[in-house]
């Protein structure tokens, strides 16, 4: 599959991001609901646990998340033990931005009250340190963060990279004038930000492990293939599949 195999829908635009995310910020700040956890608890878990055993907690590591949305896998990432304050999740949608810097502060708020003096305070009592933005990705500088090295002009490169669903959606946009899809750019865009030993980590509920390899493993992006996350398989008329693919590379 390719990404011109991929017909349009309106999952690949940004305004139907912007409603579905104008709609859960409203509801977040009338009766607490933080969203949709996009491909479910059970994906941010994986993650998660593949985070644990490949990217160490110390010294503490860069994380980037492209298309974050409500922000729940950083959130899960920062309980887990990683600092917040290296951790930035990006989007296309302002208000993708706003609910996820409300769902921090909320956090934030509930570990600090649940904690008790004499205890070592819960890790998301800093979940508001994790810096969200609004940035198109595929046009825009990701900002840089506090410490980061290299010269403040220059691209910001992360330890760790992070996609759960953001190159489907953008594989699913329209075409340009020259008939190329805007996830044609993805991976080279994704390549220059992943730090040199850095990882990128994907799941896909589009692309087969085979196809997330030939995208993005290349001279031009400078990614290798790590490893992969099993999920569960299914047969279905003689052929057997995922329902996702989790697949891990490595900038040379």
């Not at 977040?28 to 608890?41: K, L, S």
């Not at 290296?86 to 996820?100: E, T």
């Not at 993005?216 to 996350?229: D, N, P, Q, V, W």
Request: with cysteine; hydrophobic share 40%; aromatic share 10%.
């Amino acid at each position: 599959m390719s990404s011109t195999d991929l017909p349009p829908s309106k999952l690949g635009t940004k305004e139907h991001w912007d409603d579905v995310y104008s709609h859960e910020l409203a509801n977040f700040a009338e009766i607490g609901d933080e969203g949709e956890v996009w491909f479910g608890e059970d994906s941010v878990e994986k993650m998660v646990d593949w985070t644990l055993e490949n990217v160490s907690t110390d010294p503490a590591p860069y994380i980037l998340e492209v298309g974050a949305g409500n922000g729940n896998l950083l959130f899960a990432l920062c309980e887990a033990g990683y600092d917040p304050e290296k951790m930035c999740g990006v989007d296309y949608s302002a208000d993708a931005v706003k609910l996820a810097q409300a769902i921090g502060k909320s956090k934030a708020s509930s570990a600090a009250a649940e904690s008790e003096a004499d205890e070592e305070p819960p890790a998301l009592v800093k979940a508001d340190k994790i810096t969200f933005a609004a940035c198109d990705f595929l046009r825009d500088e990701v900002p840089r963060l506090g410490g980061m090295e290299g010269p403040e002009s220059g691209v910001a490169v992360w330890n760790l990279v992070l996609d759960k669903g953001t190159f489907d959606a953008i594989a699913l946009a329209g075409k340009d004038e020259n008939g190329r899809s805007p996830a044609d750019s993805y991976p080279a865009r994704i390549g220059r930000v992943v730090k040199p030993g850095g990882m990128f980590l994907i799941t896909s509920c589009n692309f087969t492990e085979d196809e997330l390899r030939a995208k993005f493993a290349s001279t031009e992006t400078g990614l290798f293939f790590h490893s992969r996350i099993p999920w569960p398989t299914f047969s279905f008329g003689g052929h057997s599949g995922n329902v996702y693919s989790s697949v891990a590379f490595q900038k040379a």
